[in-house]
């Protein structure tokens, strides 16, 4: 079955805000929060819901920054991370779910941690990953 993730990059000061996975899927590698599509939901909402979550941060202005296609072979799991773009509205990051993160920092497309979670390899690679490079170097 293919599962639909969202990922949510949650800008502030043209940094964005990752964690270090922990748990069965993705462990020890960075990405930014965010978590499955729950039925009826939009991916705006599911953005929100999420960072929210995961980390007590509120978010708006969100919006579509782009798609992948991830096959994990690994684990025998296959889906489709739809990147969204937000703003930080009020909240100090904090990891609320101890089971699924490590650490938060805040960090920016130069300053990457490694290792970072699969689905980042086909962003970088994805021809929308240049638009959310310009979105970045907008909000400097």
Same mark, same amino acid.
């Given at each position: !079955?293919?599962?639909?993730?969202?990922?949510?990059?949650?800008?502030?000061?043209? @940094?964005? =805000? !990752?964690?270090?996975? %922990?748990?069965?899927?993705? /462990?020890?590698?960075?990405?930014? *929060?965010?978590?499955?599509?729950?039925?009826?939901?939009?991916? #705006?909402?599911?953005?929100? @819901?999420?960072? =929210?979550?995961?980390?007590?941060?509120?978010?708006?202005?969100?919006?579509?920054?782009?798609?992948?296609?991830?096959?994990?072979?690994?684990?025998? %799991?296959?889906?489709?991370?739809?990147? !969204?773009?937000?703003?930080? =509205? /009020?909240?100090? +990051?904090?990891?609320? #779910? *101890?089971?699924?993160?490590?650490?938060?920092?805040?960090?920016?497309?130069?300053?990457? *941690?490694? *290792?970072?979670?699969? +689905?980042? @390899?086909? =962003?970088?690679?994805? +021809?929308?990953?240049? /638009?959310? %490079?310009?979105?970045?170097?907008?909000?400097?």
């Amino acid at each position: !079955m293919v599962r639909v993730g969202i990922a949510v990059f949650v800008c502030r000061g043209g @940094r964005f =805000l !990752m964690g270090r996975r %922990r748990g069965a899927h993705g /462990a020890g590698t960075w990405s930014v *929060p965010g978590g499955h599509l729950e039925f009826g939901e939009s991916f #705006e909402d599911t953005a929100v @819901r999420e960072v =929210l979550e995961e980390t007590g941060v509120q978010i708006t202005n969100v919006r579509f920054g782009a798609v992948t296609n991830d096959v994990f072979a690994d684990e025998d %799991r296959h889906y489709v991370t739809v990147w !969204m773009l937000a703003d930080h =509205l /009020a909240g100090e +990051p904090a990891i609320l #779910e *101890p089971d699924k993160c490590v650490s938060l920092a805040w960090h920016d497309l130069d300053d990457l *941690p490694e *290792p970072l979670f699969l +689905p980042w @390899r086909q =962003l970088r690679e994805s +021809p929308l990953f240049d /638009a959310i %490079r310009r979105e970045f170097s907008a909000t400097r």
